[in-house]
């Protein structure tokens, strides 16, 4: 039994399958005899003695989808005037789900019984773009920092058009931000993996993903030495085989107040550059951004510009202005992180080919249609979940320049395009990202320095 008492998930599954006799007979008294007696065996006695006589096909058919047709439009009628409230605490409750569920008990045998099947399956990792190579010759390595984003929505970046101005810093950087990206899935667990997989959203598999070379192992594969620094929840298996630092804890981030913020994934850099010498470099940040529904939690009190603010969990507590401020604050603070991560590589530009690109997992909704946080399925999820920032900038001495790239600003992009924008980034190419390169950089002007 877990904290939150009796949910059969396939870990409660796992723990019988794995306890000996020895250990359930400790388990055995009065109260759970008299439990399994009374609530167990005596309803189903019941339910078996008195059940209904069984009519013919089509009435039992007809009344069940009556019933069926009943319970939706009950729910509805409950569930669409308190959306906020139910959003969030069952994101704050999740397993809330499973007790409401009465077959979850099946659901999570089956799922164990395929887990356990796959498990013992043998899974080889699966090269990708084997082909690849480096391109042009090399005049200085490349030093790139990719910040993978959270929960932060595209037109709530002011540098996109959004009438608050949440975008003062990176306003002041020389960026270009790309209008027009969207996400992967709608969720960190989907579109992280995705972004750095060669499949495309279409035909993603997270099972599948774990197997299959993404595009760290294709970039270290080919010399790039590579770091990926998290204070969000984990890689999601992207950098498994990659160092790895934990940024969640003050163990190794200085900066924790409530919370340890993204800020503090930037302490120590210098360290990991230097040791790395003459080699290409990338460093991937994943942070902690706009996750919700606290974003009031998500900023140090210097960048509670916006105000009034929601300090609730349970948004249903708070008005629609509250709840916005507290979101754009967040990304204000994203503002002033990515503003410091460009500040950092200036320090590298006459070493290094630097580059920064920054680009979120998914959106979030903030009460359009009702519809709050994010996870929707893709086929019927809305716009604001699925439309994302995506900012770039690029040093001096990096093949491409601002400039040029400024006229594709409103091409349309996705995750999808992640994988080749990295090798291109690094120089790099294979015959996986011709398709690719072709419609991206047909222009002529388009071209690297080195290519020229
Ligand atoms: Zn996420």
């Given at each position: 039994?877990d904290?939150?008492?009796v949910?059969i998930?396939?870990?409660m599954?796992d723990?019988?399958?794995q306890t000996?006799?020895?250990?359930a007979?400790g388990?055995l008294n009065l109260?759970l005899v008299v439990?399994?007696?009374?609530l167990?065996?005596?309803?189903a006695w019941?339910?078996?003695?008195y059940?209904?006589?069984i009519?013919?096909f089509?009435i ?12 939706i439009?009950t ?9 906020a409230g ?7 409750h999740k397993?809330t789900r ?5 077959i ?6 089956i ?5 356990k099947?796959k498990s013992?399956e043998?899974?080889a990792?699966?090269q990708t773009?084997t082909?690849?190579v ?7 390595n490349e030093?790139i ?5 959270e929960?932060?929505?595209?037109d709530?970046?002011?540098?996109n058009g959004?009438t ?6 990176l ?7 790309l209008t027009?990206?969207s996400?992967?899935g709608?969720s960190?667990?989907?579109?992280v993996?995705?972004?750095?997989s ?6 993603f598999?997270r099972?599948d993903?774990?197997?299959i ?5 294709v970039?270290?594969k ?5 770091l990926w620094?998290?204070?969000n929840?984990?890689s999601?298996?992207v950098?498994?085989r990659m ?7 003050p163990?190794l981030n200085p ?10 994934m930037?302490?120590?850099?210098d360290k990991?550059i230097?040791?790395k010498?003459s080699?290409?470099i990338l460093?991937v ?9 606290e974003?009031y939690?998500r900023y ?8 009034p603010?929601?300090?609730?969990s349970?948004l ?11 979101y754009?604050?967040?990304i ?7 503003s ?6 200036k320090k590298?530009?006459d070493q ?9 997992d998914?959106?979030e909704s903030?009460g359009e249609?009702g519809?709050y ?11 604001e979940q699925t439309?994302i920032?995506?900012?770039v900038w690029?040093?001096?001495?990096f093949?491409?320049?601002?400039n ?5 600003r409103?091409?349309p992009?996705s ?7 990295l090798l291109?980034?690094f120089e790099m190419?294979?015959k996986t990202c011709e398709a690719?390169?072709n419609?991206l ?7 690297s320095?080195r290519?020229k």
């Open positions: 039994m904290q939150y008492g949910v998930d396939t870990v599954i723990n019988i399958v000996n006799a020895q250990e007979a388990l109260n439990r399994t007696l009374v167990g065996l005596l309803p019941l339910a078996l003695r059940k209904p006589v009519q013919g089509k039992e058919l007809k009344s069940r989808i009556l019933i069926l047709l009943m319970l439009m729910l509805l009628a409950v569930v669409a005037p308190f959306t139910y959003a969030s605490f069952i994101r704050e397993i499973m007790f409401a569920n009465p979850y008990f099946t659901y999570s045998g799922l164990y019984a395929v887990q099947f013992t043998v899974t990792l699966k773009a082909d690849t480096e391109i042009g010759k090399k005049l200085k030093l920092i990719l910040v993978v984003g929960t932060a929505r595209a709530r970046f002011s540098l959004y608050k101005e949440t975008n003062p810093e306003r002041k950087r020389g960026v270009v931000s027009d990206v996400a992967c709608t960190t667990g989907e579109s993996p995705c972004m750095f060669v499949m495309k959203r279409k035909h598999d099972q993903a774990l197997h070379e993404n595009a760290l192992d970039l270290a080919n010399g790039v030495q590579i620094r998290d204070n929840s984990d999601k298996g950098a498994v160092q790895y630092e934990d940024f969640k804890s163990t900066v924790c107040d409530e919370e340890c913020r993204d800020i503090g930037l302490s120590g850099l990991f230097t040791a010498g080699k290409d460093i940040l994943h942070q902690m951004g706009n996750h919700g529904p974003y939690r140090p009190k210097e960048f509670e510009r916006f105000t603010t929601c300090k609730s349970d249903k507590n708070c008005t629609q202005q509250e709840i916005d401020n507290a754009d604050n967040a204000l603070y994203t503002d002033f992180f990515l410091q991560v460009i500040d950092f590589l590298y530009d290094y080919e630097t580059a920064m690109l920054y680009v979120s998914h959106g903030l249609h519809i946080l994010h996870a929707a399925p893709y086929i019927v999820a809305p716009k439309h920032p995506a900012i690029m040093g001096q001495h093949d491409y320049k601002i040029q790239l400024n006229p594709y409103d091409y992009l995750h999808d395009d992640l994988f080749c924008m291109v980034g190419d294979s690719r390169r419609v950089f047909q222009n002529q002007d388009f071209k320095t290519e």
